[in-house]
């Protein structure tokens, strides 16, 4: 199993940057992929971007351009490094991890961002 401990969230004004972490533990040798969805109030959780072993990134695309996420293995790690933010970013983003061959998933606890006008 895995545990995941995110960090990075807060208030930001709009135009700015901030940069999300998840970091990993447990049987991190057997994670598939990790991925950043976040969610609005009174909206549907959207993916943001996942990442899988072989470094392959996917974006939404109204996001592609302003968000970048990348993996430190080394520290079994996943960063969001948002740009240019909007207050419509405004949200909780988690961060989850498709773990062993039936790629079951665990999620964060969530970390709140709010982008100002």
């Known amino acids: 199993q895995v545990q995941l401990v995110e960090s990075g969230g807060g208030l930001v004004q709009a135009g700015g940057s901030l940069r999300l972490s998840c970091a990993a533990s447990?049987?991190?040798?057997?994670?598939?992929?990790m991925t950043w969805y976040r969610q609005a109030p009174g909206k549907q959780r959207e993916l943001v971007a996942t990442?899988?072993?072989?470094?392959?990134?996917n974006y939404a695309d109204s996001l592609k351009g302003r968000f970048t996420i990348s993996r430190d293995n080394a520290k079994n790690t996943v960063t969001l490094q948002m740009n240019s933010l909007k207050p419509e970013d405004t949200a909780v983003y988690y961060c989850?991890?498709?773990?062993?061959?039936?790629?079951?998933?665990?999620w964060g606890q969530g970390t709140q961002v709010t982008v100002s006008s």
């Open positions: 989850m991890v498709n773990w062993g061959t039936s790629w079951r998933e665990y």
């Open positions: 990442i899988t072993g072989g470094d392959t990134t």
């Open positions: 447990g049987s991190i040798f057997s994670i598939k992929a």
